[in-house]
Structure formats: structure tokens, C-alpha cells
């Protein structure tokens, strides 16, 4: 079925290690983008990008990393977890920049 | 900050009443995009409208755009049970590519 996964589900994370969040498209989207869920904060943009080989800033990229190599995988890299991290992060996808965006089903994460 | 504001921040209705959430923005935009989630799962898009574009429908939805009041509407009509969800809009301000989400409208939908 083609879509987005993202991959794991949900982790718990002892603070100050290093974490990846997959995530991968089969729909050749050019665009990607990753948002943090937080209760009564709606989404919030972490980084994005507009297609392979290139990523930008969003509102909230301070302490995560990303790389767009190809262009179905765009993992996100938390180097040193806080617990304020705590979140759902979302993948999402796009044909092109500004249109519709497809999202994947979301990573619960938890840092103690 | 945010920039899309959704209101209200929570809506309680019957079904079979109509359904109206509105979300307000700050800068000038390419597109506003409206989405559906479901407790604990990832968004769905509802519908997309440009910022030359005044009203869209599809099916029991409609979406209207002010530019120049910076807002937009929902109207879900004849809602349903299932409608029962939180609605969030997305911005994307001119030139940047990057969407901004408000905070969202929990609608219920009482049978």
C-alpha cells in the first residue's frame, strides 16, 4: 500500500542519548516535513524539505537534525534527548512544496 | 508563535446541526489547508484553497478565504457522529514553503 511509515511506533528514551525517527515515503513526494505534536500546541514545524539534497529550519529545529539523501527516507536525529522533547512526531509529505500533505501515522516518544 | 488560530477550541454539537470553525493568520499566504485527526492518529487533509480562490466545496464541506481579513471558515454540514474529530489549518506564508498549523478545534458530534 503506498504511503508513509514511520518507524518506531513509540520509544522510551533515557535522557541524553542519541535517537533516530524514520521515515519514508513511497509516492516520490519531493517535498518532506517533520512537526512535533504537543497537547493544546497544535503541530509545529521542525524541518523540512523542499526536495532531495536539500532541508531548511522550521519553527522549532533547535536539537534536531535531519538529512535528505534520497528522495523517499527522511530520518530525524534528536542527539542528546531532553525530556522536553517529549512528543508525537509526525512525517509528512508532499508532491511539491505548498500543496497537500500526506502524514504518516506518528512516533510517540518519551524521554525520562 | 503561531500562525494559524483556530476558534473555537472546542465545539459541541448535535447530528444533523451544521458545524462552523474558523482559523485567523497573521502574514500573506500561498494556500490554507484544512485537516481532520483522529485521537491518536496522523492528520488527514480535508481541502486545499488558494489565496485567489474565495470558497471551495467538497461534499458536506465548504471553506471560505478573506485575504483580506487574514481568516478562513469550515462549514461541515449535516454533521455525524463520525465527524467527530479535531480540525486544524495550515498556512503556508508567501515565500517561505513552510506550513504553520493552529492550534485546532475539538469537535464532538453527539448522537
Known amino acids: 500500500i503506498a504511503g508513509i511509515t514511520q518507524a518506531p511506533t513509540s520509544q522510551i528514551l533515557a535522557a541524553g542519548r542519541r535517537m533516530t525517527l524514520r521515515c519514508t515515503q513511497d509516492m516520490r513526494h519531493n517535498a518532506m516535513y517533520w512537526y512535533r505534536q504537543d497537547l493544546g500546541l497544535g503541530l509545529r514545524l521542525i524541518h523540512y524539505?523542499?526536495?532531495?539534497?536539500?532541508?531548511g529550519k522550521g519553527e522549532v529545529p533547535d536539537g534536531y537534525s535531519v538529512s535528505r539523501a534520497n528522495t523517499d527516507d527522511f530520518p530525524l536525529t534528536l542527539a542528546s534527548a531532553v525530556p522536553s522533547q517529549t512528543s508525537v512526531y509526525f512525517c509528512?509529505?508532499?508532491?511539491?512544496?505548498?500543496?497537500?500533505?500526506?502524514f504518516g501515522p506518528g512516533t510517540r516518544l518519551t524521554v525520562l | 508563535s503561531q500562525q494559524g488560530e483556530e476558534d473555537p477550541q472546542a465545539l459541541s454539537i448535535q447530528e444533523g446541526e451544521n458545524a462552523t470553525m474558523n482559523c485567523s493568520y497573521k502574514?500573506?499566504?500561498?494556500?490554507l489547508q484544512w485537516y481532520r485527526q483522529n485521537s491518536g492518529r496522523g492528520l488527514v487533509h480535508l481541502i486545499l484553497i488558494r489565496s485567489n480562490e474565495r470558497e471551495k466545496h467538497s461534499g458536506r464541506l465548504r471553506v471560505t478565504l478573506d485575504t483580506s481579513k487574514k481568516s478562513s471558515s469550515l462549514l461541515i454540514t449535516a454533521s455525524r457522529a463520525a465527524d467527530t474529530a479535531s480540525y486544524f489549518c495550515?498556512?503556508?506564508?508567501?515565500?517561505?514553503?513552510?506550513?504553520?498549523f493552529g492550534t485546532g478545534t475539538r469537535l464532538k458530534v453527539l448522537a
Open positions: 509528512a509529505s508532499s508532491e511539491h512544496a505548498s500543496e497537500r500533505q500526506y
Open positions: 524539505s523542499n526536495t532531495a539534497g536539500t532541508t
Open positions: 495550515a498556512t503556508d506564508a508567501s515565500g517561505t514553503y513552510k506550513y504553520i
Open positions: 502574514t500573506s499566504i500561498n494556500n
